[in-house]
């Protein structure tokens, strides 16, 4: 399985990006899938993430209400939307997918950096 991220770029604060992550090969079935996030000097942490089992969508505090996460199964694709972005919110991004045998798949990142 292959994890591809697009979408980063610079944006000014306010602005809006949406990232993308292709999934390529069976990611079937799945446990968690989501985006996350790490700054400089900063640990890895979750941004939003779907539960499966329960089909709860879970959002880091900072992106409540600012952030949307999406998924398209026929494209094998899954998106993050982010409005009124901040530049706390510059980062790499990372997509997962955890699979239900206790695989784990990451992405490579994507750089989103939002200027004041």
């Known amino acids: 399985v292959q994890l591809v991220e697009s979408g980063g770029g610079l944006v000014q604060a306010g602005g809006s990006l949406r990232l993308s992550c292709a999934a390529s090969?069976?990611?079937?079935?799945?446990?968690?899938m989501g985006w996350y996030r790490q700054a400089p000097g900063k640990q890895r942490e979750p941004v939003a993430v779907i539960i499966s089992g329960g089909g709860s969508t879970n959002y880091a505090d900072s992106v409540k209400g600012r952030f949307t996460i999406s998924r398209d199964n026929a494209k094998n694709t899954m998106y993050l939307q982010m409005n009124s972005l901040k530049p706390e919110d510059t980062a790499v991004y990372y997509c997962?997918?955890?699979?239900?045998?206790?695989?784990?798949?990451w992405g490579q990142g994507t750089q989103v950096t939002v200027s004041s």
């Open positions: 090969g069976s990611t079937f079935p799945i446990n968690v």
């Open positions: 997962r997918i955890v699979g239900g045998y206790g695989d784990d798949y």
